[in-house]
């Protein structure tokens, strides 16, 4: 990653991302993170039963969120092949109702969309669901962070409503 994204995830002023120390060594750095109580978003829906709709909304929220936080981390000025979308790299904070990510040392020059509906796959239980729907809506329309985000906070009105 590049250096000024490590002096912003070392500067802990970011409320993207997961917090975390560093510590260089000869020719390398340490990332030691900081997740207390922090929610692994993989974990979650890894436990959650199918068909509980609570736990399914929960988990939309959490990837809507994740969603806006990279748009958000772009304001910050972070490179968005740099911000992780891997599966095991999600955190979500549930008190604050906002999920927190993490930099990567290696870039992932793909789009978006093929980022995010694999982070959603590979989140497991209810996650490849999720994955297909956004991947046939994203199909129809162009569709980025915003338009994720909406997509999944739409869906999780949908099911709350009809309860």
């Known amino acids: 990653m590049p250096d000024y994204m490590r002096r912003l995830w070392k500067s802990g002023l970011c409320p993207c991302l997961v917090p975390a120390s560093f510590y260089a060594g000869r020719g390398y750095v340490k990332t030691m993170l900081h997740p207390e109580d922090l929610i692994r978003a993989q974990d979650y829906a890894q436990l959650c039963p199918d068909g509980i709709e609570v736990s399914f909304c929960t988990l939309l929220q959490m990837l809507a969120s994740a969603a806006d936080s990279f748009a958000l981390l772009q304001k910050w000025l972070a490179d968005p092949a740099f911000i992780s979308l891997a599966p095991g790299s999600l955190y979500y904070d549930a008190e604050k109702e906002r999920s927190l ?63």
Do not use: H, M, Y
């Open 101 to 163: 990510l993490l930099f990567s040392e290696q870039a992932d020059p793909r789009p978006f969309v093929l980022r995010f509906c694999d982070l959603c796959d590979g989140l497991g239980g209810s996650g490849g669901l999720i994955a297909a729907r956004l991947s046939d809506a994203c199909a129809c329309r162009v569709t980025e962070e915003k338009g994720a985000a909406a997509f999944l906070r739409n869906w999780r009105a949908q099911i709350l409503s009809a309860q």
